[in-house]
């Protein structure tokens, strides 16, 4: 039978969102996808099932789900039952969320609620590629309508040859020598359509200037050569 591996996860994914399935009948529902691409993911395949869309990289990860049609609920879902509603679906998903991940802040655009979290280093870990869980959830039907993950695997456990204060230096210095750096983080870049991985800091310079007073300046370095680093 065609896509019995991509049947296999699909229904791995549908149990850890808590709905009912019996084992096989996902199998029987595939036809072909249809296919796509992402710059970092690389090929993907969307599958139509009557649980959902399942979108899947060439590992058969998840990258992406989205709901089917659902009943709208006589009392809408407010923030706070929606944020529940969200960290159960993800926990349920990614059972290392709050061990790996971190929520960062995201807009809400009533009916739809946002959430978001990216992945960090975990001892022995010094870096990691940032990868992100993306949630929705819709108010009127009080569930999660949306999720999307990546799932990059560029992780490094030994520290760089520039550590955080000479990063600092280094960002502050190719930035002009004014002004702080605001933010400064440590993380695995993607090269070589995500074949392999560069360790680099990111900085954000802040600067007195500019029509709203204040400048912001993004730099990046390579964590091991000092040097101005550039995304590709």
């Known amino acids: 039978m065609p896509y019995e591996l991509e049947a296999a996860r699909i229904e791995r994914m549908i149990e850890r969102i808590g709905w009912p399935v019996v084992r096989g009948v996902i199998a029987t529902q595939l036809g072909s996808p249809t296919h ?98 993306d949630l929705r959830v819709d108010a009127r039907v009080a569930a999660v309508t949306r999720y999307s993950q990546t799932d990059l695997r560029f992780v490094r456990t030994t520290p760089p040859a520039i550590d955080e204060a000479a990063a600092r230096a280094r960002i502050l210095a190719l930035s002009g020598g004014q002004g702080v750096v605001d933010e400064l983080s440590l993380s695995e870049d993607p090269r070589d359509h995500a074949t392999r991985s560069e360790t680099i800091w990111y900085g954000i310079v802040l600067r007195q200037g500019g029509p709203m007073g204040i400048e912001r300046e993004e730099v990046v370095i390579h964590a091991d050569t000092g040097q101005r680093y550039t995304f590709t």
């Open 36 to 133: 796509g691409s992402h710059a970092l993911v690389g090929a993907l395949r969307t599958f139509q099932t009557g649980y959902g869309r399942f979108t899947l990289t060439d590992r058969n990860d998840v990258y992406l789900f989205e709901a089917p049609p659902l009943q709208a609920r006589e009392m809408p879902s407010d923030e706070a039952e929606s944020e529940q509603i969200a960290l159960a679906f993800a926990r349920n998903v990614e059972p290392e969320l709050d061990r790996r991940f971190k929520r960062i802040p995201a807009s809400h655009v009533p009916p739809s609620y946002n959430y978001s979290f990216m992945q960090v280093p975990v001892a022995p870990e010094t870096s990691v590629y940032p990868n992100m869980i």
